[in-house]
């Protein structure tokens, strides 16, 4: 998660950009169009795309419309009948979810040991589906958290067999100031205004996910049945309410954009990868990267690999992410894009103290796990297993575990000089998520108490 500056959310509580009806009158508008395309051309500028819709309200959406629009180009060329979309193995699950619904067939591409696409298998499948191929759909860098040295050449089979290149801009934020994605032979991408530029968007909040395109592109941008000069000349349609999705929020892109300047954005993207790689250096000896790059470094994010400690001990990856609430922190991504696995992206919003803090917890919960190996720990009565633990249970009168309250409470000092407190323990994990489970109170709970 990126820093969200009170500068940059300040702006968005002024009624002039708060208060704005979506389909007010042009005239009455001015103001708020010229922020959306002195916004629109930034990031036309740091892409190197020639077109831009904002419409799309999250990343997901923008995928779909990036792909309508791949359908339409085709079908304007008198290719309707491509419908295939090569998809890598490495891909975020809205990928095979965003062609399907766009009408697409997916065949999957697969990725080699090291977590890049299989170059071979992706021009095998190219050749095999090269009458019928539509797009492929590839995020760089990839979800594997290393830079697809082989891009433009990926771009370069999928156009000699009459694909069009979708760029999945989730990761966008490891390449801003460094290079342009057009540049490397994309066709269209969706942004994540609610992630790489600043908006929150934590517990659900609104999201925007703009689509840039290439010139041969922009003519099936979307448009807006009520609002005119959205879109282009032979426009896909409307695929949000709002001809702009969600724009009360983009003041704070803009904020972030112009706030930054170049030299900003290209330094945040530095800090990015730097702390990422920092992260891979300090943990590696005790959590092994999963991926790296072809020289070593990973790009923006690494995957630590927890599967052999789960095999050597039982201790799972839920183990350990609840053994981080006690020091303090909120599980990484768990389990994805690699079962049993866990993934570290800090951004570049975090201090070396802060990533330092997050080192020295999971290394002190790998010292805890070795204990469980040489059998020091009881593998069924330890601090990971029982994790998180909460104040009522600190503080109960009886305390039953073979380790103490201390060890529970305050794993290491950087805990006791500002610990959290969690307020439940582990529950049922998903299972409430994926069955219906019926309560069945008794009919008098439902009655309400009466005065007469």
Not at 41 to 47: E, P, V
Not at 105 to 122: A, K, P, Y
Not at 410 to 438: E, F, M, Q, T
């Amino acid at each position: 998660m990126k820093l969200n500056a009170a500068a940059e959310m300040i702006p968005i509580t002024d009624p002039g950009f708060a208060d704005i009806h979506p389909f007010a009158p042009v005239d009455q508008t001015t103001g708020y169009r010229q922020l959306i395309d002195s916004l629109e051309q930034r990031l036309l500028d740091l892409t190197g795309f020639d077109a831009i819709s904002m419409q799309p309200n999250a990343g997901s959406q923008g995928e779909l419309t990036g792909l309508l629009v791949i359908r339409a180009y085709h079908t304007a060329h008198h290719h309707a009948h491509r419908d295939v979309c090569l998809i890598p193995g490495s891909a975020h699950g809205t990928n095979p979810a965003s062609a399907t619904m766009a009408g697409l067939r997916v065949v999957v591409v697969n990725c080699d040991d090291q977590g890049n696409i299989d170059v071979e298998d992706l021009r095998h499948k190219a050749e095999i589906h090269r009458d019928k191929l539509a797009a492929m759909m590839v995020t760089y860098p990839s979800t594997h958290g290393v830079f697809e040295q082989s891009i433009t050449s990926i771009c370069h089979i999928i156009h000699e067999h009459g694909g069009q290149v979708y760029l999945d801009g989730a990761n966008f934020n490891a390449m801003i100031g460094l290079c342009r994605p057009a540049a490397v032979g994309a066709d269209v991408m969706h942004l994540n205004l609610h992630k790489t530029f600043a908006i929150p968007h934590g517990g659900g909040g609104p999201g925007m996910g703009p689509i840039a395109t290439r010139h041969h592109l922009a003519p099936f941008l979307p448009n807006h049945p009520v609002v005119p000069n959205v879109g282009g000349e032979h426009p896909i349609g409307a695929v949000a309410a709002a001809p702009f999705g969600s724009p009360m929020i983009l003041p704070i892109s803009w904020m972030y954009i112009h706030m930054m300047g170049d030299a900003g954005l290209c330094r945040a993207t530095q800090l990015a990868i730097l702390n990422a790689n920092y992260i891979a250096h300090r943990l590696d000896p005790h959590f092994p990267v999963l991926y790296r790059g072809r020289n070593g470094p990973v790009a923006h994010e690494c995957i630590i690999d927890l599967r052999p400690i789960t095999k050597a001990t039982n201790i799972t990856v839920d183990d350990v992410a609840k053994r981080l609430i006690d020091f303090g922190f909120h599980a990484p991504t768990m389990s994805w894009p690699v079962a049993g696995t866990m993934m570290i992206e800090p951004t570049e919003s975090e201090s070396k103290a802060e990533l330092d803090r997050f080192a020295d917890a999971m290394i002190a919960i790998r010292a805890e796990i070795n204990a469980i190996e040489s059998g020091r720990s009881d593998p069924a009565d330890n601090p990971l297993i029982n994790a998180p633990h909460t104040a009522e249970e600190l503080t109960a009168d009886n305390w039953t575990h073979p380790y103490s309250r201390q060890t529970a409470a305050y794993p290491n000092p950087a805990v006791r000089a500002n610990k959290y407190w969690p307020p439940v323990s582990r529950v049922d994990h998903a299972h409430g998520d994926r069955n219906l489970i019926c309560t069945c109170p008794p009919i008098d709970a439902h009655q309400t108490q009466s005065n007469v």
